[in-house]
């Protein structure tokens, strides 16, 4: 079952890593790709878009910090 299989991820990694939500299936993914656009720019509310807007802010996030500290080590 993929809830359990998740489960299992959050528990094993959740306390070393963020362990985010799966995205839903749906078709918009690959029609958005087959045009060269990105699903969450052409559909913002398409199933799955608010996990990969918190995908993309956690990148920024840890971008951030990472940068910062090298700035007040450099």
Same mark, same amino acid.
């Given at each position: 079952?993929?809830r @359990?299989? %998740? =489960? !299992?991820? !959050?528990?094993? #990694?959740?306390?070393? %890593? &963020? $362990?985010?939500?799966p995205?839903p299936? /749906?078709?918009? #993914? +690959? !029609? +958005?790709?087959?045009?060269?656009? /990105?699903? $969450? =720019?052409a559909?913002?509310? $398409?199933?799955? +878009?608010?996990?990969? &807007?918190d995908?993309a802010s +956690?990148l $920024? @996030? =840890? &971008?951030?910090?990472?940068?910062? @500290?090298?700035?007040?080590?450099a």
């Amino acid at each position: 079952n993929d809830r @359990e299989v %998740l =489960e !299992q991820i !959050q528990e094993q #990694y959740g306390p070393h %890593l &963020r $362990v985010f939500d799966p995205v839903p299936k /749906a078709s918009v #993914y +690959a !029609q +958005a790709t087959s045009v060269g656009r /990105a699903a $969450v =720019e052409a559909m913002p509310d $398409v199933a799955g +878009a608010a996990v990969y &807007r918190d995908v993309a802010s +956690a990148l $920024v @996030e =840890e &971008r951030t910090a990472r940068i910062k @500290e090298v700035d007040r080590v450099a």
